[in-house]
């Protein structure tokens, strides 16, 4: 059996008409950036996450850096990151000229570990960036805390975690703001780049959309040196056809990742954690193996995709050489990167599929 590490072929094939349509309907209208289907989407994807505003943007990246500007976080400024991510959430402080500061995860949930925030505090500190990685939101309560006894902005990262939830609250409803990526790949994916930004500031909502559009709030009028990151009316229109499939795609997940968490018996491979107050939506199902690339060779020879989240840690990618880290300042996220596996899973995937995977991890 062949199972790719990921295949958007079941939820291509079902949604085909649906996708055609929103292409027709934009091409007929001639109308490609700041129209209504922008303005449909952003007003049905915040009342998706249970939030006032949510602004297009032109992919996560950029929602993440616009929150960062729109906040006036920058040069001198620090905001505390997990040393366990995909690289935008950082380069996203680097960007706006503030500097990351890394905090280790726990290795149960590979998501931050809250008491490692309070000892990255300094005078400099304006903002946590919680990561809900994988789809499984972070611990939010104490994350919360920490940044109410400090005085501190909580800019949630949900890359990964579109309708995931925590205390029967979804992510990205917790913090100031949260950055949202439709990289195609994502729980939610446009057929291209998009993003959102959604927050419940009216203010932080009107600084991103100026920010985003050149800082203009009207036509040829520049409150703001901006740049251009917009959701163009074509990516609007293919997200605002997925979005009322989106609960059911990622009750598929769930479905997949039981089967995993319920049939995968084998001692050298360790299972992700699931916290009780977590509905995960799986966007990544990550495993642990101290024989790692003996597992993923083995899975690869039986015809199974696999994929590193990720292979090298932050702290050590050249491009941060500047911060000064070596090997052994983050070990948790060290560790992660060593021992992650992350196996196949995708809507749509059959039941065969998802026994044959098990049963090769098992006989690993
Ligand atoms: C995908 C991702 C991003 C960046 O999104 P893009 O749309 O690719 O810019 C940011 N953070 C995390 C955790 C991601 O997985």
């Not at 800019?155 to 703001?177: L, N, P």
């Not at 790692?292 to 083995?298: C, G, I, N, Y």
């Amino acid at each position: 059996m062949k199972i790719p590490f990921v295949s958007f072929l079941p939820m291509e094939r079902e949604l085909e008409h649906e996708i055609r349509c929103a292409f027709e309907r934009v091409f007929a209208g001639s109308w490609y950036i700041g129209g209504s289907e922008d303005k449909d989407f952003e007003k049905a994807f915040a009342e998706y996450c249970g939030v006032r505003y949510c602004v297009g943007v032109g992919n996560g990246l950029d929602a993440l850096m616009l929150i960062l500007k729109a906040e006036d976080i920058g040069e001198g400024d620090e905001v505390i990151v997990p040393s366990d991510t995909y690289i935008a959430t950082a380069l996203a402080v680097s960007y706006v000229g503030a500097k990351p500061v890394f905090a280790e995860p726990c290795l149960s949930t590979f998501n931050i570990d809250p008491g490692n925030i309070e000892a990255k505090i300094t005078g400099n500190t304006k903002a946590i960036m919680p990561v809900h990685l994988y789809g499984q939101t972070c611990d939010m309560d104490p994350v919360m805390k920490i940044a109410g006894e400090y005085g501190l902005k909580v800019i949630e990262d949900c890359a990964q975690a579109h309708g995931a939830s925590y205390k029967g609250r979804k992510a990205g409803t917790f913090g100031d703001a949260a950055g949202f990526s439709f990289y195609p790949g994502k729980n939610l994916g446009a057929l291209g780049d998009a993003g959102a930004v959604i927050t419940n500031s009216r203010e932080i909502a009107e600084k991103v959309r100026a920010l985003g559009n050149y800082g203009s709030d009207r036509k040829y009028h520049h409150i703001l040196k901006g740049n251009n990151s917009r959701l163009d009316e074509m990516q609007a229109a293919f997200l605002a056809a997925k979005l009322p499939h989106l609960d059911r795609m990622n009750a598929d997940r769930r479905r997949i990742a039981d089967r995993y968490l319920n049939g995968i018996r084998n001692p050298k491979v360790i299972l992700p954690a699931v916290p009780g107050e977590n509905v995960p939506v799986w966007h990544v199902f990550g495993v642990r193996c101290d024989e790692r690339d003996a597992l993923e060779k083995h899975l690869n020879n039986a015809g199974i995709g696999t994929n590193k989240h990720y292979p090298i840690p932050i702290h050590l990618q050249d491009c941060y050489k500047d911060l000064g880290y070596k090997e052994g300042d983050f070990p948790v996220a060290e560790k992660i990167s060593r021992t992650e596996l992350s196996i196949p899973i995708y809507y749509g995937m059959t039941d065969e599929e998802v026994q044959y995977v098990i049963d090769t991890v098992n006989a690993f």
